[in-house]
């Protein structure tokens, strides 16, 4: 018999392998083209136009938070000259691609899991397999595809507005000269640091959606179950998301 940590274990294990099947099946089908257009289209307004004013607001007080934390620090030492460069750097690398993701996890993946639990909890899950379709096709892979197309755009957009932010505390707040925030940026920030965070972005799509998805099949026990594959989702999605954020970065930003 197994003891009670060792069930854990093994539990956590089966769930590894779940997930890793059910992403492999809805990668499967994505690159077949076995998805619904219409629920596509839908899928991508609600993950991306929808989220956007949340993602842009995140991102624009975190870019002036940072700001004001660097800029004033810096300026102390005689390094205000930098702060662009920094911001730059930092808002492209890290903070667009990760805190957007954040935000997705908590309003997009836990709407993913809420949905799809309820379907399974009355059943309609089990109604589309016995009509002889596939709910991966019908509900994953158009979560799926929105997801990881949508996520590295929102990021696009909270690169910009966040090193806006930025400047306009730095500048108008600090003291820092114009001219220098721009140069500075302009000197540190490469296009490696832009497209590493955008490709950090479409991992961090995927994981939310397979993980959002995941939990919502596998709910069970009515309200309560809904309620807690909900809450799971948002708290393995944001686990997922720093692992693979620390990974991807020794990958992509190691010199």
Known sequence: MYNDLEKRVIAFLEEIG???????????????GNFNGKELFAQM???????LPVAVVTAAFV??????????????????????????IAVARELAPALTAVVIAGRVGSAFAAEIGTMSVTEQIDAIYAMGSDPIKHLVVPRFIASTLMLPILTIFADL?????????????????SYGYMDSASSFLKMNDITGGIIKAVFFGMIISIIGCFKGMKTTGGAKGVGEATTNSVVYSLMAIFVTNY?????????
């Not at 997930?19 to 994505?30: D, G, H, K, N």
């Not at 002036?64 to 460069?85: C, D, L, Y």
């Not at 990974?247 to 010199?255: E, G, H």
């Open 45 to 51: 307004v609600r993950v991306g136009v929808d989220s």
């Open 63 to 88: 870019g002036m938070v940072f700001a004001v934390q660097i800029a004033s620090e810096f300026v102390k030492f005689g390094a205000g000259n930098v702060v662009g460069g920094v911001m730059g």
């Open 247 to 255: 990974f991807l970065s020794l990958i992509l930003f190691k010199r």
């Open 18 to 32: 779940d997930i890793t099947i059910l992403s492999a099946q809805t990668l499967f089908y994505s690159l077949k």
């Open 161 to 177: 507005i966040g090193f806006f932010g930025g400047y306009l505390v730095a500048v108008y707040v600090i003291g820092i000269n």
